[in-house]
């Protein structure tokens, strides 16, 4: 009995040893237009780099029509979403920037 303790408690210390810690998952295209709808945004889209993860820009409608802010409650909206992907930079612009 002695040595199947062992072999099991050495099983248990090795698999403990060789699992990592959860990640969280690359951002996908498919994440990124999702985030984009359910945070209102104008458009969204995904841009990949190589040797780096991918990066996300949105636009934004203004807060209140107005061209010098974005909607506060969409960017937050976004910056909580995102935070559950691994992705290397994401940026907005406001609606009216997307034009010039």
């Known amino acids: ?3 199947l303790n062992f072999a099991f ?3 248990c210390l ?3 040893c060789a699992t990592r ?3 969280k998952p690359i951002i996908t295209a498919k994440i990124v237009d999702r985030i984009g709808r359910q945070c ?3 458009e969204s889209r995904i841009h990949f780099a190589a040797n780096a993860l991918p990066y996300a820009s949105f636009v934004l409608k203004s807060a209140d029509g107005s061209e010098e802010q974005a909607s ?3 960017f937050a909206c ?3 979403a995102i935070a559950a992907y ?4 994401y940026g907005y612009r406001l609606a009216h920037e997307a034009r010039r």
């Open 1 to 3: 009995m002695s040595r």
């Open 9 to 11: 408690a050495s099983a």
């Open 14 to 16: 090795l698999s403990a």
């Open 21 to 23: 810690p959860a990640e």
């Open 40 to 42: 209102d945004a104008v």
């Open 72 to 74: 506060p409650p969409s």
């Open 78 to 80: 976004i910056g909580k």
């Open 86 to 89: 691994r992705y290397d930079v």
